[in-house]
């Protein structure tokens, strides 16, 4: 089936928020850099930032149920070095044999159940090698604490529709990656509330210093 490109499910937030997700992403981007994308959406990241970065490749990725919608506007849009959308359940025990360089993933983990995210993590570090880096993208607490008022708003909002999904905390987030041998080394505050978030897979799993206690 054709579709016409205005026909294609279109993402608002997704437009406002390419240009300002791919400065950060585009230095990181290394040449024949390998880039696997979780919950990839209209496509909208994809198709616009793999041609702003001809250099990498690309991989989409859906829940089978939202697969069909993605590939309305890769079957259309997509430049070369998108490849074609492959599923992939963040729950499911094997995602794919892909080796990423970078796994990105935007506005999911407030989406997603906080055992999905724990399961997000889980297959990063064993799948990802030494020095690749996670990418997220999205709204977050701090401390337990609402950044703003509208992010608190969210909250409810998603709640209502479902229980399990909600604004996830950063430092329950990071505890998840320092686990899988992730270590956070940046956090770029974005326009309207959204945080973009870079850890770097390390070696070995992170040394904690251990706790003193003073007198
Ligand atoms: C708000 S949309 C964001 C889509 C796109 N990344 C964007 O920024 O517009 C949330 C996405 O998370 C995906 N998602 C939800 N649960 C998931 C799971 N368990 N595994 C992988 N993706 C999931 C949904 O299919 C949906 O495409």
Redesign the pocket.
């Known amino acids: 089936m054709n579709h016409k490109t205005d026909q294609l499910p279109h ?1 608002g ?2 437009e406002r928020n390419k240009q300002a997700i791919f400065d950060i992403l585009a230095p990181l981007l290394g040449n024949a850099c390998r880039l696997l ?6 496509g ?2 994809a198709v616009w930032m793999a041609k702003q970065a001809p250099h990498i490749t690309w991989q989409p ?3 089978e ?2 697969l069909a919608a993605l590939k309305l506007r890769l079957d259309v849009e997509a430049p070369g070095n998108v490849r074609a959308a492959i599923i ?4 499911e025990e094997c995602w794919s044999d892909h080796n990423p360089d970078i796994l990105f ?4 983990f407030h ?2 159940s906080e055992q ?1 995210v724990e399961a997000f993590w889980q297959h990063a570090g064993t799948l990802l090698k030494t020095d690749a880096l996670v990418i997220v ?1 999205g709204p977050f607490k701090y401390a337990n604490e609402f950044t703003t008022p509208s992010n608190a708003r969210f909250d409810i909002w998603l709640k209502q529709r479902d229980p399990a999904s909600g604004l996830r905390d950063f430092e329950w987030v990071n505890e998840l990656a320092d686990k899988n041998h992730f270590i956070c080394i940046a956090d770029h505050a974005m326009p309207t509330n959204n945080q973009c978030i870079i850890w770097r897979k390390s070696s070995t799993k992170t040394q904690r210093k251990p706790l003193t206690i003073d007198g």
């Open positions: 993402s937030p997704c994308e979780i919950g990839s959406g209209t909208q990241h990725s859906e829940i149920d939202n992939i359940d963040v729950a993933t935007c506005n999911t989406i997603m999905h993208y």
